[in-house]
């Protein structure tokens, strides 16, 4: 539990109290950042057809000592109540092309975070904003323990429009510092209001490229039509397709000589359309599955290219996708890594007066290629990879770098996780081996 002060306690011991609890919460809202994070894309990757960038993650906040005092001030706690009763403890944020996209990814992430119990709470600001500002906000209290640092921090989703998120940060910015004169309030009010406008017009046009066509069936040997590209899309997936696959389709097939029979053989092969899927959810990582527009289009380059071609290109798609999470989860993972070697020596100290130095170490090797898992599971790190890869990261040469790579070696041998010795086994699991033997 967090360390709490009363009003009997010297402002000396009042001060290290709050920094000890500050710490602990900080450390403990790092490992949410890491798990939220990785939910959130997870939930982005299910919006929809990829061709339409429908949301991104934002980097992340962990709420600061001075906000945290301001808050507790405000509502009379003190400052260790503040820590676990403020909302948006730990912020992220998500921007979306417009407000279909954003009520979409509101539903999603609750989902994702109802599944694993998680008590969502849902606030609406878009039709009934608050001084102008508008957004989805999802709100819940996540519990987590770590080694004996255990405590109840509580979330806070920011979910905007492109347009809202840049009222936002003009409103922030530019004008929201200080007092804010009521004319001046008024005036970004309004504005507000016109980014809303402006949101439902883009909805609108959003509305009518991805309206549902419908097609009828074409005759044997046909070219390729709206209707016909309807129809087909309709047979193989039990759904009419958007309206701007349709109109894409057609662009694609242009000047080629595919006809109606030959689509239709490609998107009645069950057998290849499971091997499409299959190569981008390998290539993904994800366990994600295509959705019928990513089949439909790869089926498309199958009838232009041929089947080598599509299944590439359902392998390159899903590999695309895992490089950009993959490099969100390397970039919120080594955001918190030490820029030098010995303040990575006194974080580790640190570490292991709390008991569990392993995690940051294990989250890091990953993020800097450094990691591996024994078949047993046990996470394991190269120390040498790790050397070389903070070296790397920071430049350091001569003298510097060899004290680093030294003093990195000798931090991870002394930390209590299991290193690699080129097996690929932990101890336990190379001495069984070599028992057996």
Same mark, same amino acid.
């Given at each position: 539990?967090p360390?709490?002060?009363?009003?009997?306690?010297?402002?000396?011991?009042?001060?290290?109290?709050?920094?000890?609890?500050?710490?602990?919460?900080?450390?403990?809202?790092?490992?949410?950042?890491?798990?939220?994070?990785?939910?959130?894309?997870?939930?982005?990757?299910?919006?929809?057809?990829?061709?339409?960038?429908?949301?991104?993650?934002?980097?992340?906040?962990?709420?600061?000592?001075?906000?945290?005092r301001?808050?507790?001030?405000?509502?009379?706690w003190?400052?260790?109540?503040?820590?676990?009763?403020?909302?948006?403890?730990?912020?992220?944020?998500?921007?979306?092309?417009?407000?279909?996209?954003?009520?979409?990814?509101?539903?999603?992430?609750?989902?994702?975070?109802?599944?694993?119990?998680?008590?969502?709470?849902?606030?609406?600001?878009?039709?009934?904003?608050?001084?102008?500002?508008?957004?989805?906000?999802?709100?819940?209290?996540? =519990?987590?323990?770590?080694?004996?640092?255990?405590?109840?921090?509580?979330?806070?989703?920011?979910?905007?429009?492109?347009?809202?998120?840049?009222?936002?940060?003009?409103?922030?910015?530019?004008?929201?510092?200080?007092?804010? =004169?009521?004319?001046?309030?008024?005036?970004?009010?309004?504005?507000?209001d016109?980014f809303y406008?402006?949101?439902?017009?883009?909805?609108?046009?959003?509305?009518?490229?991805?309206?549902?066509?419908?097609?009828?069936?074409?005759?044997?040997?046909?070219?390729?039509?709206?209707?016909?590209?309807?129809?087909?899309?309709?047979?193989?997936f039990?759904?009419? =397709?958007?309206?701007?696959?349709?109109?894409?389709?057609?662009?694609?097939?242009?000047?080629? =000589?595919i006809?109606?029979?030959?689509?239709?053989?490609?998107?009645?092969?069950?057998?290849?359309?499971i091997?499409l899927?299959?190569?981008?959810?390998?290539?993904?990582?994800?366990?994600?599955?295509?959705?019928?527009?990513?089949?439909?289009?790869?089926?498309?380059?199958?009838?232009?290219?041929?089947?080598?071609?599509?299944?590439?290109?359902?392998?390159?798609?899903?590999?695309?996708?895992?490089?950009?999470?993959?490099?969100?989860?390397?970039?919120?993972?080594?955001?918190?890594?030490?820029?030098?070697?010995?303040?990575?020596?006194?974080?580790?100290?640190?570490?292991?007066?709390?008991?569990?130095?392993?995690?940051?170490?294990?989250?890091?090797?990953?993020?800097?290629?450094?990691?591996?898992?024994?078949?047993?599971?046990?996470?394991?790190?190269d120390?040498?990879?790790?050397?070389?890869?903070?070296?790397?990261?920071?430049?350091?040469?001569?003298?510097?770098?060899?004290?680093?790579?030294?003093?990195?070696?000798?931090?991870i041998?002394?930390?209590?996780?299991?290193t690699?010795?080129?097996?690929?086994?932990?101890?336990?699991?190379?001495?069984?081996?070599?028992?057996?033997?």
């Amino acid at each position: 539990m967090p360390l709490r002060s009363d009003d009997k306690t010297s402002p000396e011991q009042k001060a290290l109290d709050e920094t000890r609890a500050y710490e602990q919460a900080e450390a403990l809202a790092k490992h949410i950042v890491a798990d939220i994070s990785q939910r959130i894309e997870s939930a982005l990757a299910k919006l929809g057809d990829p061709h339409l960038i429908r949301g991104k993650l934002a980097p992340h906040r962990i709420k600061k000592p001075e906000s945290l005092r301001r808050k507790a001030a405000e509502f009379g706690w003190t400052f260790t109540d503040a820590l676990t009763n403020a909302r948006d403890m730990v912020g992220f944020r998500v921007v979306c092309n417009n407000l279909q996209d954003v009520r979409r990814a509101a539903e999603l992430l609750t989902k994702e975070l109802r599944d694993i119990c998680l008590n969502v709470n849902i606030v609406d600001l878009i039709e009934r904003p608050r001084d102008g500002y508008r957004a989805v906000h999802l709100w819940f209290p996540f =519990p987590i323990q770590v080694a004996a640092a255990k405590m109840t921090l509580h979330c806070e989703i920011q979910i905007r429009s492109l347009l809202q998120d840049t009222w936002a940060e003009l409103s922030r910015v530019d004008f929201y510092r200080g007092n804010v =004169p009521p004319a001046l309030k008024t005036s970004m009010e309004k504005l507000s209001d016109k980014f809303y406008e402006a949101d439902k017009a883009a909805d609108k046009l959003r509305s009518r490229i991805t309206k549902p066509r419908r097609g009828s069936k074409p005759a044997a040997g046909t070219i390729i039509n709206e209707s016909a590209i309807a129809f087909l899309f309709r047979s193989a997936f039990g759904e009419d =397709p958007p309206d701007y696959l349709v109109q894409s389709t057609l662009r694609e097939l242009e000047g080629t =000589p595919i006809r109606t029979d030959g689509l239709a053989a490609v998107l009645e092969d069950m057998n290849f359309l499971i091997r499409l899927e299959y190569e981008y959810s390998e290539a993904n990582r994800l366990e994600i599955n295509a959705n019928p527009v990513q089949l439909f289009r790869w089926a498309v380059e199958a009838a232009i290219n041929g089947r080598e071609a599509a299944l590439r290109e359902a392998k390159r798609s899903g590999r695309a996708d895992w490089q950009e999470t993959d490099a969100i989860y390397r970039r919120e993972a080594l955001a918190d890594l030490p820029k030098d070697v010995d303040e990575l020596g006194s974080y580790m100290h640190d570490a292991l007066d709390d008991g569990d130095p392993s995690y940051d170490l294990g989250m890091w090797a990953d993020a800097l290629d450094a990691g591996s898992s024994c078949v047993c599971g046990t996470k394991l790190v190269d120390e040498d990879a790790f050397a070389d890869a903070f070296i790397k990261r920071n430049r350091l040469k001569g003298k510097n770098a060899e004290r680093a790579r030294k003093k990195i070696i000798s931090l991870i041998a002394n930390s209590g996780i299991e290193t690699s010795d080129g097996s690929g086994l932990c101890s336990h699991c190379s001495y069984m081996m070599n028992k057996d033997d």
